[in-house]
């Protein structure tokens, strides 16, 4: 497992420190560096995939997890209710800045429509 130089392959192998908030084998769940909302969690596969569009059949299974994990998450952080934003960035256009697929978990306050 990992990808010389990935900050997040770092992150998972716990080789750089970080607020963790749910963890199983497969997938790890921290708090953002600089949150963009009250509450602002990514959630990656422990495993390098670089971005969403070099996902194959056989990670489906682990997508849905990832997506379950943040269901699971906003609920436990009480947004759920209330709403709350799942984005995967891909590439330059979208913003992805670090190459390791995660899902960004944003709630705790309203969201714009279309985003910036
Ligand atoms: P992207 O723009 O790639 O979709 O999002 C990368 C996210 O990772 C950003 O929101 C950024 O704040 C966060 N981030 C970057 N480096 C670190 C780090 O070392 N630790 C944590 N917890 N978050 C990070
Ligand atoms: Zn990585």
Redesign the pocket.
């Known amino acids: 497992m990992g990808e010389g130089g990935c900050?997040f392959c770092k992150?998972a192998k716990k080789e750089?420190p970080?607020r963790i908030v749910f963890e199983d084998s497969r997938i790890l769940a921290?708090?953002?560096?600089?949150p963009q909302a009250p509450v602002h969690i990514?959630i990656i596969p422990k495993h390098h995939i670089e971005k969403i569009a070099d996902i194959e059949e056989d990670d489906l299974g682990l997508i849905g997890d990832l997506v379950l994990a943040a269901r699971n998450i906003a609920k436990e952080k009480g947004v759920d209710r209330s709403g709350y934003r799942i984005v995967i960035?891909c590439n330059k256009d979208a913003?992805?800045?670090?190459l390791h697929l995660?899902l960004?978990l944003l709630g705790g306050r309203k969201f714009t429509w279309p985003p910036g």
Do not use: K, Y
Not at 95 to 98: A, Y
């Open positions: 900050i992150i750089i970080s921290f708090e953002d560096l600089r990514l960035n913003g992805q800045e670090v995660h960004h």
